[in-house]
């Protein structure tokens, strides 16, 4: 069964990582209002990259059969998609955008627009060993564990997140989003 009907003139959007937040997706997207959290089957969750504003690198999603990610689905005006893309940094060649279906916990699917790195990263088994050169900062971290426990993730989901392995970098964002500690 699909999801109740969007709003004429918006779109979803599944985040995954930081804009699980809303103080962070607010930032460039004040519009956006939150619809529910899914789970997007098939997928994990992954790091690579590094990004100056993080001190770390950063989220993606990659297809891994029988794993899942779970996030926040957000409905947001069309005439802010460019605001979003250019949040997830699609014009500066890092993320580029796909449509998934993502399912809540009631069973509905929901297709939604969501962000993916162009370059897949190297296999890891667990995110609690992820090499230097992929963890995120500890302030990406709390942005996106804060995000999770805001809409209310599993708390199974939670307790992954808060076991990925950081780099120990906290960003002056933190203060901007009234974030402390995970």
């Known amino acids: 069964m699909y999801g109740s009907a969007i709003v004429a003139g918006t779109f979803l959007y599944f985040a995954y990582g930081s804009n699980l937040l809303s103080s962070r997706l607010h930032i460039a997207n004040p519009r956006a209002v939150f619809k529910d959290i899914a789970r997007l089957q098939d997928y994990k969750i992954d ?43 699609v014009d500066a060649g890092y993320y580029k955008a796909l449509n998934v279906n993502v399912t809540n916990s009631d069973g509905k699917i929901y297709n939604c627009r969501t962000y993916q790195q162009l370059t897949d990263p190297d296999p890891i088994v667990e995110l609690n060993q992820l090499p230097n050169d992929r963890q995120p900062s500890l302030a990406y971290l709390k ?22 392995k950081h780099n120990w970098n906290e960003t002056i964002i933190l203060k901007e989003l009234n974030i402390c500690d995970i």
């Not at 770390?56 to 990610?69: D, E, L, Y």
Request: proline share 5%; net charge negative.
């Open 47 to 89: 790091f690579m990259g590094f990004s100056q504003v993080w001190s770390g690198s950063v989220g993606t999603i990659v297809k891994s059969p029988s794993s899942h990610v779970w996030g926040v689905i957000w409905e947001i005006p069309n005439e802010d998609l460019t605001n979003l893309d250019g949040q997830e940094g």
């Open 143 to 164: 942005v996106i564990v804060h995000g999770a426990q805001d809409h209310q993730l599993p708390s199974d989901y939670i307790e992954f997140l808060k076991n990925i």
